[in-house]
């Protein structure tokens, strides 16, 4: 039975297409396991940018389930895929560190793996170009793929030839048919919004060139439930993937794993690297032994290990309120920093609203001049922060935590003080 809402802004009854889901997204199995369930929430990615919009909003269960069979954490499908990612709000290349991450990936994968003029790069879900610019930089020819038509056209005006289509089996087989493999196929943070799985994993096994290497990273389940990454979990992230379980997936589409690099980015994700199982002829790096014995020691092959993440969050969500109602008790002024969507599952969760953070700001101007769903919380621009002088900032994005003290460092002027809210509320230097 859904359990009630978390907070009282979460009056409205969820509004959707599904119903609750009972069997596993890839393997079928009967799903019986709540994982978390954090009560109604709107989609993350849905600002809000009038009064009307308030009224209209929207709010789904937001529930997550794992599978006894191949421990996939995942949540229901409450909205299609093409009303979150047709015209999207999130736009890759405003990360000054993750531009830095993905051009160090495409100077070691040029070199580790040989790709030039000859070859043939293909990114699913290439946002604005972030990443395939580096390549283009490099002579390398490549191709985007991008669902959200307003963001692949700013790729476009980077040089980057993008189409505009969710990626599958038959979208693989059209690009097959025009005579395209991928000698390399990039997925960065695109595997968890994809509700038909094997859909998208087929399509990749099909698209890939028989000596070609797939890399896809994605947030790691161990590192979520460890560091309690409540904000982790939204509607657009329809799974949750432990090595162990994304290892099954894979397989079942005829691709193994070589190897693997535990990364720091988006609060601790991994990189995958695959090839076909027949005609690949990497060999499987220690890594990849040592991270799935890693994952069953500690308890991510026995279902009853899932059961202790719920009780946490609740902790995490009680920290945190008690620090923003202590700071409104002293009169202290605290304010937000991003707009991202793990903030907006963090925010509704714990029921706070612009009663306890006043404003957020953010670097993207498709979100300035919004409300953060759900939590009506107004998005200004950042110089807003150097006018209404803070005594504390929030960092949403604390993942990004070191590049946004950097940004904001004149804050310090007055005293302001940075805080991150996961696993608990503390202050960063």
Known sequence: MLKEAASPINLKAPIGHATELSCCRFCNAPLERVFIDLGLSPLANSYLRDEKAKQDERFF???????????????????????????????????????????????????????GAGSKVVEIASNDGYLLQYFVEADVPVLGIEPAQNVAAVARTKGIPTRVEFFGERAARTLRREGLRADLLIGNNVLAHVPNLNDFVKGMSLLLADSGVITMEFPHLMRLFDECQIDTIYHEHFSYFSFIAVEKILAAHGLRLFDVEELPTHGGSLRIYAQHANEGWHPISHRVLDLRRREIDAGYANLDHYDAFEERAMETRKKLLSFLEEAKRQGKRVVGYGAPAKGNTLLNYCGITADLIEYTVDRNPHKQGSLLPGSHIPIYEPERINVTKPDYILILPWNLKREIVSQLSFARSWGAQFVVPIPEPRIVD
């Open 61 to 115: 269960p937001l529930r997550a389930y794992v599978c006894g069979e191949c421990f996939l954490v995942q949540l229901e499908e409450w909205e299609a895929p093409e009303n979150i990612f047709g015209d999207y709000a999130y736009f890759s290349s405003y990360s000054d560190s993750w531009l830095q991450h993905v051009k160090s990936y495409v100077s070691r994968v040029i070199e580790r793996f040989g790709i």
